[in-house]
């Protein structure tokens, strides 16, 4: 079935270093792809998406790219924030069931001062 | 501009009682979506509604939970004869319309503690 595999965490960085947060994905049609972002206490935030392959969404520093290739949506950051600190869900929807996101089961990121 | 409401923002049932959690969805928006969240886990789909229709229900348990759209008013969900696996983080989401890759925007959540 229709799933997304994320890296587990918790994963713990320095300020200033280089986040790479894995995602692939498994699904039979053409997924657009998300991340989300969840701060301590809150609800879910998109942080960014694509819809297509080849595809790069971006926000506050954050990058990913829809490969197809390797049914990967990986996300990036250069140079982390102690705000940074979040749980990080990677997600798609299918456009035969758009209705429907499928979420990852979340990244906890911890950025030390 | 409001983001999507969701009331109240803790509820604590004892087992056996009925449990409502209310959202209001973004202005403008006429497509709802619950989702569940066990601790440490990612959300799960429960149920899509638009304004007096169930859509797509296929992640709703079977059995005690049931949800609602009405014309005027807040989308509810409705946990009757509520367990201890009930407590969880339900969230709501809203979308303007249920194309692909539409975006869905979250409210805060509702956190359930059954007793």
């Known amino acids: 079935g229709d799933s997304v595999t994320q890296m587990e965490g918790p994963v713990t960085l320095s300020e200033e270093a280089f986040l790479t947060i894995n995602c692939t994905y498994t699904a039979t049609g053409y997924p657009s792809l998300f991340w989300y972002v969840q701060y301590p206490g809150e609800g879910l935030q998109l942080l960014l998406k694509?819809?297509?392959?080849?595809d790069k969404g971006s926000n506050k520093g954050f990058e990913a790219t829809y490969r197809k290739e390797t049914t990967s949506f990986h996300l990036e950051k250069g140079s982390v924030q102690v705000s940074d600190s979040a749980v990080y869900f990677c997600a798609l929807s299918l456009y035969s069931s758009a209705s429907k996101i499928i979420f990852g089961s979340g990244t906890r990121l911890s950025i030390r001062p | 501009n409001a983001g999507v409401m969701q009331n109240p923002r803790h509820l604590v049932r004892r087992r056996g009682q009925e449990a409502r959690l209310r959202c209001s969805p973004m202005k403008g928006h006429s497509h709802v979506y619950w989702y569940r969240q066990l601790p440490e886990e990612g959300l799960k789909f429960m149920v899509y509604l638009q304004k007096e229709n169930i859509i797509d229900e296929s992640g709703m348990p079977k059995e005690r939970f049931s949800a609602e759209f009405p014309k005027e008013g807040p989308s509810i969900l409705r946990i009757q004869q509520v367990v201890r696996g009930d407590s969880a983080a339900y969230f709501c989401?809203?979308?303007?319309?249920?194309?692909?890759?539409?975006?869905?925007?979250f409210g805060p959540g509702t956190r359930l503690t059954v007793l």
């Open positions: 989401a809203s979308s303007p319309s249920g194309g692909a890759g539409d975006t869905q925007y």
């Open positions: 694509a819809t297509k392959a080849d």
